[in-house]
Structures are given as structure tokens and as C-alpha cells.
Nanobody, 128 residues
Framework: QVQLVESGGGLVQAGGSLRLSCAAS????????VGWFRQAPGKEREFVAA????????YYADSVKGRFTISRDNAKNTVYLQMNSLKPEDTAVYYC?????????????????????WGQGTQVTVSS
């Protein structure tokens, strides 16, 4: 079992920055990959970014490449999502999720059904 708690969301103006944190407890943190997903009102949950167990591989949705950075600190059992140059379309509830299974292809890390554990979400609102 892995318990995940997100924090760091809030209201920011377009062009601003936020850093989300995903704190984990339970299972050895370094044994899980972690992904960030988001869901805007009336839309399906979508992949944002993922980081493998060791942090050696990072994956991003095209919509956030060059603006968002995912990282992890296994000593602190925490994954971060640094979000820069925020746009109104980034407004959503952001969720972190953990995947104990190893996947050899980046494709699987973009699929929400491959993640077994989810946090409660944190709201990010970007005003224009």
C-alpha cells in the first residue's frame, strides 16, 4: 500500500509558477514510479508527467513539455511537479499516482489505469 498526499495547489496568474508536491508513505517509495494527472471540469483525466523509480526516465505530455518539470527525492519520499509559464488551460485538479509495476515503454506510464494508488488531488487555478 502507498498513501499519497498532494499539496502546493492554488490560484496564480497566467505566466506564473507553482510547485506541487506529492508526499508518499507506506510501501518503499523508491519501488514505485509516480505520475501526475489532471482533470478539468467536464473533461477526462489526462496524463501530465511521470518519473520512473530511480528518476532516470521522465515523461511529459506535449502540452506541458518545456514548462513543467517532474522530479523526485526518494530520501524525502516526495515527488515534485514544478509548473512554470502557467496558462489558463492548465486549470484543473492535479493528482499524483503511484505505479509499482515496471513498464519498459513510456506509453504505459501515460495510462491512468496502470497506476494503483492515487492521492486526493490539489486544485490549480490559473487566471488570465
Amino acid at each position: 500500500q502507498v498513501q499519497l498526499v498532494e499539496s502546493g495547489g492554488g490560484l496564480v496568474q497566467a505566466g506564473g509558477s507553482l510547485r506541487l508536491s506529492c508526499a508518499a508513505s507506506g510501501r518503499t517509495f523508491s519501488s514505485v514510479a509516480v505520475g501526475w494527472f489532471r482533470q478539468a471540469p467536464g473533461k477526462e483525466r489526462e496524463f501530465v508527467a511521470a518519473i520512473t523509480r530511480s528518476g532516470g526516465n521522465l515523461y511529459y505530455a506535449d502540452s506541458v513539455k518545456g514548462r513543467f518539470t517532474i522530479s523526485r527525492d526518494n530520501a524525502k519520499n516526495t515527488v515534485y511537479l514544478q509548473m512554470n509559464s502557467l496558462k489558463p488551460e492548465d486549470t484543473a485538479v492535479y493528482y499524483c499516482a503511484a505505479a509499482p509495476q515496471y513498464y519498459g515503454s513510456s506509453y504505459y506510464y501515460t495510462l491512468s489505469q496502470k497506476y494503483d494508488y492515487w492521492g486526493q488531488g490539489t486544485q490549480v487555478t490559473v487566471s488570465s
